[in-house]
């Protein structure tokens, strides 16, 4: 049986890879997940500002101006009182500076609209300023802790990888079939723990030009990795970045490119 046949959507994930993805990341997850400031919270108001202040910045320069951010401005009520200009000469500095406007007006209408609590559905979400799709659903599963698949770049790309899901990294957002996979791979429980692990692969392990494969714990069942012949993306750079598409895969000077449309072999449950 394939896990993904492009010639017959949707896609289906088989049930034991399933459970091993799902394992394998939420075990790694909790022995060696990053320790970042905004996953002590419960508060769902403190994930949204964080979600705000992670985009288009680094976790590692957000951190401690997101802690400052937290700490004078704890509540979403606190953040309305305060004066816009405060509030941008704290974010400012961390450039795109229409984030500083954006969070004062997601507290007034999360104040004036919401009685000072976040709205508990995507769609409500979806409409606060600052909070796009990615950044709304982040709210709800991080904030809500409620299930929804979350599916960012790095998300994209370790699934890509992990699945051998044919997809040009640039449009994956347009990708019916990464969505679809991204759904059908989000546990019924431990959804927070599978989320942040996963993000968390995406930005240590499984990078852009060189994943460290033999540190991943989807290594025995990555596509990547396991497809024959093997393809050991950790062992050159040429091969590191033939394995960013996932259907080209370059060794040294040598190039085997399978096409996209017979790449149907799909991956065999681990
Ligand atoms: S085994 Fe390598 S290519 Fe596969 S998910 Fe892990 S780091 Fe990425």
């Known amino acids: 049986m394939t896990l993904y046949d492009p010639e017959e959507p949707p896609v289906f994930v ?15 997850y909790r022995r060696k997940g990053r320790d970042l400031p905004w996953r002590s919270i419960s508060s769902a108001y403190q994930v949204a500002v964080s979600e705000i202040l992670l985009q288009q910045t680094q976790a590692t320069r957000v951190a401690p101006v997101f802690q400052r951010f937290v700490t004078r401005w704890p509540r979403v009520q606190d953040l309305h009182a305060a004066p816009l200009a405060d509030v941008k000469q704290l974010t400012d500095p961390l450039g795109y500076h229409i984030r500083g406007t954006w969070l004062k007006e997601l507290a007034r209408i999360v104040v004036e609209r919401h009685g ?6 995507l769609a409500a979400l979806r409409e606060l300023p600052g909070l ?108 590191a970045m033939a394995a960013e598409r996932t259907v080209g895969y370059r060794v040294g000077s040598t190039t085997a490119v399978r096409p996209a449309a017979t790449d149907s072999s799909g991956l065999k449950p681990g």
């Open 14 to 28: 088989d049930p034991r890879f399933r459970r091993g993805f799902q394992d394998r990341i939420v075990r790694w």
């Open 116 to 121: 000072g609590q976040m709205p508990d559905s």
């Open 132 to 239: 796009g799709p990615y950044a709304a659903a982040a709210v709800y599963v991080f904030g809500l802790r409620r299930r929804a698949a979350l599916l960012d770049t790095n998300i994209a790309r370790v699934l890509t990888r992990a699945v051998g899901l044919p997809s040009d990294g640039s449009v994956y957002r347009d990708d019916r079939r990464l969505r679809e996979l991204a759904e059908q791979l989000v546990p019924a429980r431990r959804h927070y723990d599978y989320h942040q692990g996963l993000m968390d692969v995406g930005a240590t392990v499984c990078v852009s030009r060189s994943p460290r494969c033999p540190g991943c714990p989807l290594r025995r069942i990555c596509r990547a990795v396991t497809s024959s012949p093997p393809v050991a993306v950790w062992h050159e750079r040429g091969v």
